[in-house]
C-alpha cells in the first residue's frame, strides 16, 4: 500500500499565490496551476470561480456558506445534506483554518467528482477523521455514518443501525487491532469492498 498525502502535502497542491488585494482575479499562471492539479479545463475554472465570488468576496466559505454552497453540487435535498456537509467542509478545508478557500474548493469538488477511487476515499476518510489527527476511531465512524444515512434516505435503520455498521466496519477496518484505522487501512479495505463503500463514502 502506497502512501497518501497527508494535509500537509495537500496544503502545498492548492497554496495559490493570489494577491489579497486582488482575490476575485485568475491570472494565467493560477489557471494553469489549477488546470494541472485538477484535470478542470479553463473554461471550467473561470466558471467555477465566476460562482465561487459570486456571493462570497473575500474568496472563502465558512462552514454556513460551504453548506449552501455545496447544495450547488448535489442532486439531493438540502435535508439530506445538511449533516454531511458539515464533515466533507473538514475533507475540503485542508489546511484546518475553519475557511474553504477557492484552491481548496476546487481540487477537492475536482477530486471527489471525477478523481480515481483511492483519490475519493482520501478525501472520505477526513470526513470520518473528526479530530484531523490522522486515524479514525468507533466514536468517530458513527456520526458520519448517520449523516450517509440521511444523505442516502434511508428509512429502516432499524434493520441495520448506522451503529451496527460502524462496530462491523471498525472490525475490517482495524487489521492491526490497536482501536484506531489509519488511512492506509481505510482506503486498502474499501478500495476492495464495494458494498461497504457504497454506504460509507460520500463520494461515490
Known amino acids: 500500500m502506497g502512501t497518501h498525502k497527508s494535509k500537509l502535502e495537500k496544503r ?7 494577491d489579497p488585494q486582488h482575490r476575485t482575479y485568475l491570472s494565467e499562471r493560477d489557471v494553469a496551476f489549477l488546470s494541472s492539479q485538477t484535470g478542470l479545463s479553463r473554461e471550467e475554472i473561470y466558471d467555477w470561480h465566476l460562482k465561487f465570488f459570486q456571493d462570497n468576496p473575500d474568496g472563502r466559505l465558512d ?3 460551504f453548506r449552501k454552497f455545496y447544495q450547488l453540487l448535489r442532486d ?3 435535508e439530506r445534506l445538511e449533516n454531511i456537509c458539515d464533515h466533507v467542509f473538514r475533507a475540503f478545508d485542508v489546511d484546518g483554518n475553519g475557511f474553504v478557500e477557492f484552491g481548496e474548493f476546487l481540487l477537492g469538488f475536482a477530486i471527489c467528482s471525477r478523481g480515481d477511487l483511492k483519490s475519493r476515499l482520501d478525501y472520505a476518510f477526513e470526513c470520518y477523521d473528526l479530530d484531523s489527527n490522522g486515524y479514525i476511531t468507533l466514536d468517530e465512524i458513527c456520526p458520519v455514518l448517520n449523516a450517509m444515512y440521511t444523505l442516502m434516505g434511508i428509512k429502516h435503520i432499524k434493520d441495520y443501525p448506522p451503529e451496527a455498521v460502524a462496530k462491523d466496519l471498525m472490525k475490517k477496518l482495524d487489521t492491526s487491532n490497536d482501536g484506531k484505522v489509519s488511512k492506509d487501512e481505510f482506503i486498502y479495505f474499501l478500495t ?6 457504497n454506504t460509507v463514502n460520500p463520494f461515490n
Open 12 to 18: 502545498r497542491t492548492v497554496n495559490i499565490d493570489i
Open 76 to 78: 439531493e435535498s438540502p
Open 192 to 197: 476492495k469492498e464495494g458494498i461497504y463503500r
Open 63 to 65: 462552514r454556513f456558506q
